[in-house]
């Protein structure tokens, strides 16, 4: 099953993020803690790792949007494999 | 490292602890980033040639102790990662009966004092123990393990001495990985290494490759031996890395990238693979198919720790007192 890939706790008092850079393509091969992209939170810009392997499926925000904590940002699994809408 | 005088066993012992400790570690990281562990966590990627260097140099029955960043020398000392993996979820089997968590891993039957994550707050500790041996004459030894932020601690200078007047059979052994938290060694310690500060104590004090277990083990066994003929103590600078950050929510931006890209290069699990594979002691199939079992082992401890039962509100009241020693 597609892997739901969230904005983790990144720190006390950091409730939203930026994604600055997204550092893989849909279709890329990731591995357990590839840098998915690069946040951005109040204080530092900081790399994001997928905490799953697979295929990045799907990435739900563009490059400058404000994601809040825990917000599903991608999809990692399987080729071809269904993700929701 | 020099020319192989171990056997293989031993070698793909030491080889299988430092991928235990580092797929654990791994394991764990994930499991945090995923909002499934809950607390923060202080984690030794890169550093664990030394634990496991040291500790194979150890009996069962010699004693370490920890800091905040525990988890490769408890795996190192033999402590159960099922029990490690239950007290880091909080779970009535954890080593700690869930009540220590990450910063307190330890078993005192594997001969691990819990950890104490006050920074230096574990070497009175260790000097204690060794100070016990000797009054039971008891050929045992103690550790002491800490990081070169420690080595300002007033504890750290009260213990070295007190360890040295009396000749304990304790080590304290340094991993140097450059940075105190975010503070640079180098900025708050005048002296070249942090081993000469074994001079004011008039002790020995050595200063070793931190990434290479082998030369770890080595300088860990002469201390250990110099240490049981009543010799005492050693200072024992490891130099190494820490390939992540301080805790689980730093980005580590203070380590400057190509410090940080050689140090990835110096690893001490790649560098151990390169050399053993390279001096044709074993092969590469040998070597991934101890990390399969070890990935598959972690793996059943996860799910085990997850499906564990939760202290009771009533366990908060035990253990709080000591009715007899």
Same mark, same amino acid.
């Not at chain 2, 991928?19 to 791994?26: A, K, Y």
């Not at chain 2, 004011?200 to 860990?220: C, F, L, S």
């Not at chain 2, 992540?244 to 980005?251: A, I, K, L, M, Y």
């Not at chain 2, 997850?306 to 366990?315: G, I, M, R, T």
């Given at each position: 099953?597609?892997?739901?890939?969230?904005?983790?706790?990144?720190?006390? !008092?950091?409730?939203?993020?930026?994604?600055?850079?997204?550092?893989?393509?849909?279709?890329?091969?990731?591995?357990?803690?590839?840098?998915?992209?690069?946040?951005?939170?109040?204080?530092?810009?900081?790399?994001?790792?997928?905490?799953?392997?697979?295929?990045?499926?799907?990435?739900?925000?563009?490059?400058?949007?404000?994601?809040?904590?825990?917000?599903?940002?991608?999809?990692?699994?399987?080729?071809?494999?269904?993700?929701?809408? | 490292?020099?020319?192989?005088?171990?056997?293989?066993?031993?070698?793909?012992?030491?080889?299988?602890?430092?991928?235990?400790?580092?797929?654990?570690?791994?394991?764990?990281?994930?499991?945090?980033?995923?909002?499934?562990?809950?607390?923060?966590?202080?984690? #030794?990627?890169?550093?664990? /040639?030394?634990?496991?260097?040291? #500790?194979?140099?150890?009996?069962?029955?010699?004693?370490?102790?920890?800091?905040?960043?525990?988890?490769?020398?408890?795996?190192?000392?033999?402590?159960?990662?099922? *029990?490690?993996?239950?007290?880091?979820?909080?779970?009535?089997?954890? #080593? #700690?009966?869930?009540?220590?968590?990450?910063?307190?891993?330890?078993?005192?039957?594997?001969?691990?004092?819990?950890?104490?994550?006050?920074?230096?707050?574990?070497?009175?500790?260790?000097?204690?123990?060794?100070?016990?041996?000797?009054?039971?004459?008891?050929?045992?030894?103690?550790?002491?393990?800490?990081?070169?932020?420690?080595?300002?601690?007033?504890?750290?200078?009260?213990?070295? !001495?007190?360890?040295?007047?009396?000749?304990?059979?304790?080590?304290?052994?340094?991993?140097?990985?450059?940075?105190?938290? *975010?503070?640079?060694?180098?900025?708050?310690?005048?002296? %070249? !290494?942090? *081993?000469?500060?074994?001079?004011?104590?008039?002790?020995?004090?050595?200063?070793?490759?931190? !990434?290479?277990?082998? /030369?770890?083990?080595?300088?860990? &066994?002469?201390?250990?031996?110099?240490?049981?003929?009543?010799?005492?103590?050693?200072?024992?600078?490891? $130099?190494?890395?820490?390939?992540?950050?301080?805790?689980?929510?730093?980005? /580590?931006?203070?380590?400057?990238?190509?410090? =940080?890209?050689?140090?990835?290069?110096?690893?001490?699990?790649?560098?151990?693979? %390169?050399?053993?594979?390279?001096?044709?002691?074993?092969?590469?199939?040998?070597?991934? =198919?101890?990390?399969?079992?070890?990935?598959?082992?972690?793996?059943?401890?996860?799910? &085990?720790?997850?499906?564990?039962?939760?202290?009771?509100?009533?366990?908060?009241?035990?253990? $709080?007192?000591?009715?007899?020693?």
């Amino acid at each position: 099953m597609a892997k739901e890939i969230k904005v983790p706790d990144l720190g006390v !008092n950091v409730e939203t993020v930026v994604i600055l850079k997204w550092m893989k393509e849909v279709g890329d091969e990731v591995k357990m803690g590839d840098v998915l992209c690069e946040v951005e939170t109040d204080k530092a810009a900081t790399d994001l790792e997928s905490v799953a392997k697979g295929v990045l499926l799907k990435k739900l925000f563009d490059e400058g949007a404000e994601v809040e904590k825990d917000t599903v940002i991608a999809y990692v699994g399987e080729a071809g494999e269904a993700v929701p809408e | 490292m020099s020319d192989n005088k171990y056997s293989l066993e031993f070698l793909l012992e030491m080889y299988r602890k430092m991928v235990l400790i580092r797929q654990f570690e791994d394991r764990v990281k994930f499991l945090f980033l995923e909002g499934i562990m809950p607390g923060t966590i202080h984690q #030794c990627q890169g550093q664990e /040639a030394s634990a496991v260097g040291v #500790c194979m140099a150890l009996n069962e029955d010699d004693v370490i102790t920890s800091t905040h960043r525990p988890h490769g020398h408890a795996i190192a000392k033999g402590v159960s990662i099922q *029990s490690m993996m239950d007290e880091l979820f909080g779970k009535i089997t954890g #080593c #700690c009966k869930g009540k220590g968590g990450s910063m307190h891993i330890g078993d005192l039957d594997k001969g691990m004092i819990p950890a104490v994550a006050i920074v230096g707050g574990n070497i009175p500790l260790a000097t204690g123990a060794a100070l016990a041996f000797k009054m039971r004459k008891e050929k045992r030894v103690a550790v002491s393990f800490m990081g070169d932020g420690a080595t300002n601690e007033g504890a750290f200078h009260e213990a070295v !001495n007190m360890g040295a007047i009396w000749n304990l059979p304790v080590l304290y052994v340094v991993e140097n990985n450059l940075y105190g938290a *975010s503070t640079p060694v180098g900025m708050v310690v005048r002296t %070249k !290494n942090i *081993s000469d500060r074994a001079a004011i104590y008039d002790i020995p004090g050595v200063t070793v490759d931190g !990434n290479d277990p082998i /030369a770890v083990y080595e300088a860990a &066994q002469e201390a250990v031996a110099r240490a049981r003929r009543g010799e005492g103590p050693t200072l024992l600078e490891l $130099m190494t890395y820490r390939i992540t950050g301080h805790s689980r929510r730093d980005p /580590a931006l203070y380590q400057p990238k190509d410090e =940080k890209q050689r140090a990835k290069e110096n690893e001490p699990i790649g560098r151990f693979r %390169k050399y053993l594979v390279g001096n044709d002691l074993t092969s590469a199939d040998v070597l991934d =198919k101890i990390d399969a079992e070890i990935e598959e082992e972690i793996e059943k401890v996860v799910v &085990q720790a997850q499906k564990a039962a939760d202290p009771k509100p009533e366990d908060a009241l035990e253990d $709080m007192f000591v009715e007899s020693i």
